[in-house]
């Protein structure tokens, strides 16, 4: 076979688990340093899936044409069925069609309700749609048929109106309407109104001007509204509901004005968010909690609070201690008022993008979780193990009790403290024989003198890597930490840069560590002396760049490995799944809010945790 | 049929036996489907992929959290509505359903499974992209790589079926098919990515 072919035979086997142990560890190493092969593996692992997906597609074509075969016999009947039916609801639908067309006035095309009066009696009717009619004994003339049958149609609504067919036009011009009415005996009774009813309609809109029309029916069957008056009773009062409202929604509209417009409208976003429908989107205490002081809500991690400032900009809201729950009803009904005039569906509630929210934090809350355990059970990012004659020994456990063997403790500055730092992706293991920490700089060694070493490492690394410093021709090695309030620069024994050293010896600073998924590494080797600063600067490598560049070097056999950390599949597993659910973030908005969706108890991880 | 013989049928490669009987859950799915602005052909497609996706869990590691009809359920429910989250840009206003729009139900499973299906959702269309690619090889040499990996027949038996002089030759043309497959992925992963 070709080379090429052959190649493919050991992926093969490789992908089958098929290779001896010897071949396996020979092929990984291969692998590691060849991404050609790596590429090469990873394509002919898809073709593969893509080989099953096949073969379970036709699987399962099979199966589903077994499924239909047994029922058949219930689809044929079905289908016959279907088509009977099918017939005769096209001969209804033609039929009906052909005698429908557009009906023109208002009183054929539908029926209302029918209510049965005994006019020699007070009646008050309260019709199915909340109208009020009062109809004083006496005021239909039944020609003494009793009882009479009143039909009664009302329309509130744009949708009423059509069905109706009722026009808002008066001469000619159009009319906004706050509702219509029509009361008549049913047809074929001759009774007529002699005196004055009373009539009271639930319009869902109230304007000052808003007068009452009657409704002649013109020859073509149109309705024309004409001989306005003003509302009332025929005296001209208004009753005491109408003029409660009235002032209500005045004061309301007075304060909105005051208060509001400068940065709100009803129909549109401004500064802030239109708020048209805005008390079908909230609750009462929570719009009054908002409008007197928005900031404790915001703290709150109330999820529409929050998502509302992000997407206006986080733009603070001003805010109204001194308005009484009073003022803000009344700012309601003229905002409840004044919505009315717009459809409910242009005002963006912001229920799709808090339903994302919601459950974007209930997810991505498990899998942080789950993440974080992962990350613990990892253990610390560096290893170190390094075996002296008789035990092993862990650098980084305080080194105190030597310290206080040679030098007396007000005589010394602190020492410095290497960070934790926890192991996501990578860790690195340090291992050698016979190897020192620094502590034994300070038993009086030959050639060792009081030095100064500092080192710098270029943000944003700092933070996130481990520096050590290895004298090899005297086997030591020690891991550094933060001189005294610094955040870039660390010192190796106390925390004013200050360790005994020999002077003249080859020495090496190296930081590890990792930054955003990848590994960082930096080294400098450099001759030691009486005082020097010196400047690491990490650069992301692979973990086979980072071995290399350590072999490079002469260490007297001290091992630095870099591999991937015990978890570091798992964790980048739910990275991808991080990833996959982060769509379901809105624009402009980081969830960053704790209220909890549905009846899940994932307490929500208001931020995402980088990888670093 | 018992959810454990079900189970067990997949892992000892009986398919079709096992899918023939899962196959008597697609009536209720179709409903879901239906019941939610989708077609039976809509139906068809998630039952599928759901299927697909059990046969892949229990050949790896599959703990049954519930019953197989729950799950499948529970998977179906998912990938409608997520299908649905990609036709339909716009839901409409209602206030009564903030929080609980249906859209968010998670239609039985746990968190643990959705999330997987999620990440399956991201290695899925990686998958559809070599299926691409295998279907857009010749027949012959689709069938060949269809029976030397689910066939259960032997090199021989193969090369004897599909008309080879030898088994040699059988081999050869298998990788020769597969490295024609690659090339074809190679182009289309390229294509997709630089789109």
């Known amino acids: 076979m070709r080379p090429e072919l052959d190649l493919m035979e050991r992926i093969e086997q490789y992908l089958n688990g098929e290779l001896s142990p010897d071949d396996l560890a020979a092929f990984e190493a291969q692998l590691a340093g060849d991404a050609f092969l790596r590429e090469a593996v990873q394509l002919q692992q898809d073709i593969r899936a893509g080989l099953e997906r096949a073969s379970l597609a036709s699987a399962i074509l099979g199966a589903k044409r077994r499924f239909y075969r047994r029922i058949g016999y219930r689809w044929g009947g079905f289908g016959l069925g279907l088509a009977v039916v099918g017939l005769v609801a096209v001969v209804f639908l ?325 960070a934790e730092r926890p192991s ?8 050698g024989f016979g190897w020192y920490n620094v502590d034994v700089l300070l038993k009086d060694l030959p050639g060792v003198v009081p030095s100064e070493l500092r080192v710098r490492v270029t943000p944003p690394f700092a933070s996130e890597v481990n520096v050590f410093l290895v004298l090899p021709g005297r086997k030591i090695f020690s891991e550094g930490g933060f001189l005294k309030d610094s955040k870039m620069e660390f010192g190796f024994l106390t925390e004013d840069g200050q360790i005994p050293l020999p002077w003249g010896e080859q020495a090496y600073v190296f930081a590890t560590g990792e930054y955003r998924g990848k590994p960082v590494f930096a080294i400098r080797s450099f001759l030691t002396a009486r005082q020097q600063n010196i400047s690491l600067q990490p650069v992301p490598m692979t973990k086979e760049e980072i071995t290399a560049a350590i072999n490079h070097l002469d260490l007297n056999q001290l091992n630095i490995r870099v591999a991937d950390s015990r978890n570091a599949v798992r964790i980048r597993a739910i990275d991808t799944a991080l990833a996959a659910i982060a769509r379901f973030k809105p624009l402009h908005c980081d969830c960053d809010c704790g209220e909890l969706g549905g009846s899940d108890t994932v307490r929500i991880v208001a931020r995402l945790i980088m990888p670093r | 049929m018992d959810d454990q013989t079900i189970l067990e049928l997949i892992r000892t490669g009986k398919n079709d036996l096992a899918l023939n009987a899962l196959y008597r859950n697609f009536p209720a799915i179709r ?21 697909m996706i059990l046969i892949g869990k229990v050949k790896k590691d599959f703990r049954l959290s519930a019953r197989l009809s729950t799950y499948l359920y529970g998977v179906c429910h998912f990938l409608w509505t997520e299908q649905l989250r990609k036709r339909r840009q716009q839901v409409p206003f209602d206030p009564q359903a903030e929080g609980a729009s249906d859209i968010t139900s998670k239609g039985g499973l746990t968190v643990t499974e959705e999330v997987d299906l999620y990440v399956h959702l991201q290695h899925e269309s990686r998958i559809r992209l070599a299926e691409q690619a295998l279907n857009e090889l010749k027949d012959r040499c689709r069938e060949l790589l269809l029976i030397f990996y689910y066939s259960r027949l032997s090199l021989k038996e193969i090369a004897a079926k599909m008309g080879f002089g030898s088994e040699n030759s059988a081999k050869n043309q298998k990788y020769k098919c597969l490295e024609a497959a690659r090339t074809r992925l190679k182009e289309l992963q390229h294509q997709t990515q630089t789109h």
């Open chain 1, 94 to 418: 033609t039929r009906h069609d052909r005698r429908m067309g557009i009906v023109p006035g208002v009183l054929t095309a539908t029926h209302g309700e029918v209510y049965a009066i005994d006019t020699r009696r007070d009646t008050l009717l309260c019709t199915a749609h909340g109208a009020k009619i009062h109809l004083p004994a006496g005021s239909i003339d039944a020609g003494g048929a009793e009882p009479v049958r009143l039909e009664i149609k009302e329309a509130y609504t744009i949708a009423d109106m059509l069905r109706y067919g009722l026009l808002t036009q008066s001469n000619g011009k159009p009319l906004s309407s706050g509702g219509m009415i029509d009361i008549r005996p049913v047809a074929g009774s001759s009774a007529r109104i002699v005196r004055p009813i009373g009539v009271a309609l639930p319009s869902l809109r109230m304007e000052d001007n808003m007068q009452l029309y009657k409704g002649v029916v013109d020859e073509k069957g149109k309705v024309n509204w004409t001989d306005p008056r003003p509302l009332g009773d025929s005296s001209g009062r208004l009753g005491i509901e109408d003029s409660s409202r009235r002032r209500a929604i005045a004061d309301g509209k007075r304060l909105f004005e005051t208060n509001c417009r400068s940065c709100h409208s009803i129909r549109a976003a401004v500064i802030g968010p239109a708020l048209g429908y805005i008390y079908q989107r909230r609750p009462q205490k929570w719009i009054n909690d908002f409008i007197r002081n928005n900031t404790p809500v915001l703290a709150s991690g109330d999820c529409y609070a929050r998502y509302i400032y992000n997407i206006f900009n986080k733009t603070p809201m001003n805010t109204f201690p001194n308005l009484s729950d009073r003022d803000i009803r009344n700012m309601m009904d003229y905002i409840a008022n004044e919505s009315q005039l717009i459809d409910s569906n242009r005002v963006p509630n912001y229920t799709r993008e808090l339903d994302s929210c919601r459950r974007y934090n209930r997810l991505a809350g498990a899998l942080e979780k789950n993440r974080e355990t992962l990350i613990q059970a990892n253990g610390p990012r560096t290893d170190i193990i390094l075996h002296d004659d008789t035990s092993v020994q862990v650098i980084g456990d305080a080194p105190d009790s030597i310290v206080a063997d040679t030098v007396a403790p007000s005589a010394m500055p602190a020492i410095v403290i290497p």
């Open chain 1, 424 to 431: 996501i992706y990578y860790q690195f293991t340090v291992e």
């Open chain 2, 31 to 51: 409903k879901l489907v239906r019941s939610r602005g989708g077609s039976t052909k809509d139906a068809e497609d998630v039952f599928q992929e759901a299927l």
